[in-house]
């Protein structure tokens, strides 16, 4: 069965050196990541393939340099969808 998986990251700038998981699970923790995050108003992004990685680092934790280029671009996703909320 192919369970739904999904994990949510952080980032403060000046504050964490690195984004940070901040949760993560499949099938209806999975789930409920994900609805909380559009009940926040927060853009999801599917990315099977990067969502695999980070379920491997554990909660809290730093992501490592070597997904840095791919979390750079989702957080580049993240930053144009949430402004183009704002301007409509």
């Known amino acids: 069965m192919n369970e739904k998986k ?9 504050e964490d050196k690195a984004p940070k998981v901040v949760a993560k699970g499949k099938g209806e923790i999975g789930k409920r990541i994900i609805q909380i995050a559009k009940e926040n108003n927060i853009p ?3 990315d ?6 980070l379920s491997q ?5 730093e992501i490592p ?3 840095y280029r791919a979390v ?4 580049v ?4 969808k949430t402004k183009q909320l704002e301007n409509e």
């Open 6 to 14: 999904a994990v949510a990251l952080r980032y403060k700038k000046g």
């Open 44 to 46: 999801v992004k599917e």
């Open 48 to 53: 099977p393939v990067l969502v695999e990685a």
């Open 57 to 61: 680092i554990e909660i809290n934790q």
């Open 65 to 67: 340099p070597q997904l």
């Open 72 to 75: 750079a671009k989702i957080l």
């Open 77 to 80: 996703f993240i930053y144009r």
